[in-house]
C-alpha cells in the first residue's frame, strides 16, 4: 500500500517556488513598510475564543481546532491572520494613537479546501489598518495593495470591488424583503439568475446588470440608487477607485459576498495576468474590543502561492564555480549579484549543480 507524503491540501515549497515567495513576501512588506506599515507576527494557534468574535460578522471559523493538553483550552489555527491583528490592535496595541498601520506574513490553515482551491495551508502576506474605514483610508489600503504587488513583480493586475452590506442596506431600507431570506437572495444575484431573483425580490433585478467593468456598473447602480439610500456609498467607492485609476484594471460586482464574511462597506479582490483565481483580497471591518465596543478598520491580504504559481518569478541564474578559483574572485562576483555555486570535487559539473553561467579564465559565460 502506498501512503500519500503529505494529506490532501498540503504541500512542500521546493526550489526554486520557496526562494521566490520568500523574496515576494519581501518585496510585499518593503512597500508596506515604506508607508508607515510595520510588521506583527503572531502565532501559529491561539484561544479559539479570542479569535472567532474578535471580527463582527464572522460566521463559524473555518478553523482547526483542538484541546490544549497544557491549557486544557480549545485552540484554533488561525485561518486568516487579520483577526489576529485585530487582536493585536484592540489589546496590546490598544493605547497606540490611531490609525495603526500593521503588516504580517504567514502560513494560515483551514479547515476544509474550496472547490476552486484545493489547498488548506497557504501563506498569506498583508496590511492592516485600524482605527479607520473612511474613503480616504480605502484610497490608501488600495494603492498599498497595488504597489506591493508591482512592487513583486506582478503585471495585468485587476481590483474588483464589491459592496459586502449593499444587500443588507437595501433591504433594511428601499427594499425590505419581507419573508424572503437574504442568503437566498445573494446566492440567487450570486448565480445571475434573474428568474429566481424575480420570484424573491423584483426590485433587486437591475443588480444583475450592474456588475462589469467599473465605470459602466458604477453608472448602472447609480441609476438604480432609487431615494439615494447608497450615495455616500457609491462617491466613496468611485474615489476609492479613481487612487488606482489608469494603473490596473477596474470592475465592479456590488452583490458578491462569497469570500466577504466580516468585511463591511468595502470589500474587493485582487487578480493578475497568468494566475488563476483571486491573488489576494480585502475590505473594510469592525474589531470588537474586549468591553464589546467597536473599531473600524481595513486592510487586504496576499495569496503569496497563488502569486507565485501565476509566474513572475525571476529566472535562475546560478553562476559554476570551478575547482580551486580564488575565493575573492568568487566573493567579488556574489558582490555583483551572481549567485555562485562552487565545485567541492573535480567530478562536479555545472549541468548538475543547475547552473546557467560558468566561470572560465576568470570571466563569466553563459552555458
Ligand atoms: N484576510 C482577508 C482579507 C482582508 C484583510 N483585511 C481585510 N480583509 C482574506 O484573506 O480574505
Redesign the pocket.
Known amino acids: 500500500m502506498t501512503h500519500a507524503l503529505l494529506p490532501s491540501g498540503f504541500h512542500d515549497r521546493l526550489p526554486p517556488v520557496a526562494d521566490a515567495a520568500a523574496r515576494l513576501e519581501a518585496r510585499v512588506l518593503e512597500a508596506a513598510h515604506a508607508h508607515g506599515y510595520e510588521r506583527v507576527d503572531p502565532p501559529l494557534a491561539e484561544f479559539e475564543a479570542a479569535l472567532a468574535h474578535r471580527l463582527k460578522a464572522t460566521r463559524a471559523q473555518d478553523a482547526v481546532r483542538f484541546v490544549d493538553p497544557v491549557s486544557q483550552r480549545t485552540l484554533a489555527i488561525r485561518p486568516?491572520?487579520?483577526a489576529q491583528v485585530g487582536r493585536i490592535a484592540a489589546t496590546r496595541m490598544g493605547h497606540h494613537p490611531r490609525p495603526v498601520r500593521l503588516s504580517y506574513a504567514g502560513s494560515v490553515l483551514r479547515l476544509r479546501a474550496g472547490q476552486l482551491s484545493p489547498e488548506r495551508e497557504r501563506r498569506?502576506a498583508?496590511c492592516?489598518l485600524i482605527g479607520l474605514d473612511t474613503v480616504a483610508a480605502a484610497r490608501e489600503i488600495v494603492t498599498v495593495a497595488v504597489e506591493a504587488l508591482e512592487a513583486a513583480g506582478v503585471t495585468g493586475i485587476s481590483v474588483d470591488f464589491t459592496l459586502p452590506d449593499l444587500l443588507g442596506v437595501l433591504s433594511a431600507g428601499p427594499f425590505p424583503l419581507g419573508e424572503a431570506s437574504l442568503d437566498d437572495l445573494a446566492d440567487r444575484l450570486d448565480a445571475k439568475d434573474a428568474g429566481g431573483v424575480a420570484a424573491i425580490a423584483p426590485a433587486y433585478l437591475p443588480l444583475i446588470e450592474a456588475a462589469g467593468p467599473f465605470d459602466a456598473a458604477h453608472d448602472r447602480l447609480c441609476a438604480f440608487d432609487a431615494g439615494g439610500a447608497l450615495t455616500s456609498r457609491l462617491d466613496g467607492l468611485w474615489k476609492v477607485a479613481d487612487a488606482v485609476r489608469g494603473r490596473v484594471v477596474l470592475t465592479l460586482d456590488p452583490t458578491e459576498r462569497h469570500?466577504f464574511e466580516y468585511?463591511t462597506w468595502l470589500g474587493f479582490s485582487l487578480f493578475a495576468d497568468g494566475a488563476r483565481g483571486e491573488i489576494g483580497?480585502?475590505?473594510s471591518?469592525t474589531i470588537v474590543h474586549e468591553d464589546g465596543s467597536e473599531e473600524a478598520a481595513?486592510?487586504?491580504?496576499l495569496y503569496t502561492d497563488a502569486i507565485v504559481a501565476g509566474g513572475g518569478e525571476d529566472a535562475r541564474r546560478r553562476l559554476f564555480v570551478p575547482l580551486g578559483t580564488d575565493p575573492a574572485l568568487a566573493a567579488r562576483l556574489r558582490g555583483e549579484g551572481w549567485v555562485t555555486v562552487a565545485a567541492l570535487d573535480a567530478g562536479d559539473t555545472p549541468e548538475a549543480q543547475l547552473c546557467t553561467h560558468v566561470l572560465i579564465d576568470d570571466g563569466v559565460r553563459p552555458l
Do not use: K, P
Open positions: 486568516d491572520i487579520t498569506q498583508g492592516e469570500g468585511q483580497r480585502g475590505g471591518y481595513i486592510g487586504f491580504s
